[in-house]
């Protein structure tokens, strides 16, 4: 069993974003006398602010385990999928500049009526991604063509993460997993 965290590191900037953008909306509200139109539009951005900072304090305390059995989010909205209950995966790209240089990446895994999201923040994420796709591939989970694209762009070739799971210890599987990459890059 492997533990992944969000380091804190990784949460600075949304808790200064935030913390910024829920000031800016409150401190209106409470010295100035506002329009109601103006009021409930600041309202309503000081509350998805809040609701900002709630998900990065969210993501703060979350410790994410993975091993043989499964994978499983600790903490506040915490999910488990077992691996051989997983029916969907989703591997999406976020960008914030125009030339797609910078940004994160979200990986959704559906099994059992439930849902477990990571971002790329959390340690480990491409060995988890890749595991992910090893048992999607294993399962019979169709993958779109974006989760396709997006797996390439980490390194990850699905049939060569499913050849990868063949025979990994219940631990050992991030060892394998990034054999595999290095080999597909050593490929490339």
């Known amino acids: 069993m492997t533990q ?3 380091p804190p590191s990784a949460l600075v900037g949304d808790y200064v974003r935030g913390g910024i953008g829920f000031a800016l909306m409150v401190l209106p509200l409470a010295l100035l006398e506002l329009n109601t139109v103006v009021a409930v539009v600041f309202a309503c951005l000081a509350v998805m ?9 969210q993501r703060q305390v979350t410790v994410v385990e993975a091993g043989g059995d499964g994978i499983v989010a600790r903490g506040p909205l915490g999910s488990a999928i077992r691996w051989d209950r997983l029916a969907g995966m989703r591997l999406k790209y976020f960008s914030t500049r125009r030339d797609r240089q910078q940004g994160w990446m979200t990986l959704t895994l559906r099994g059992d009526g439930r849902k477990l999201t ?7 994420f491409d060995a988890i991604a890749e595991r992910s796709a090893a048992v999607a591939r294993t399962n019979g989970v169709e993958l779109d063509d974006t989760t396709l694209n997006n797996l ?12 990868a799971d063949d025979g990994a210890a219940d631990d050992d599987w991030i060892a394998v997993a990034k054999a595999a990459r290095d080999r597909a890059k050593d490929g490339a």
């Open 4 to 6: 992944h965290l969000y």
């Open 49 to 57: 602010f809040a609701l900002h900072l709630l998900r990065t304090a």
């Open 118 to 124: 990571l971002e790329s923040s959390l340690t480990g």
């Open 152 to 163: 390439s762009a980490l390194g990850i070739d699905p049939g060569e993460a499913a050849n």
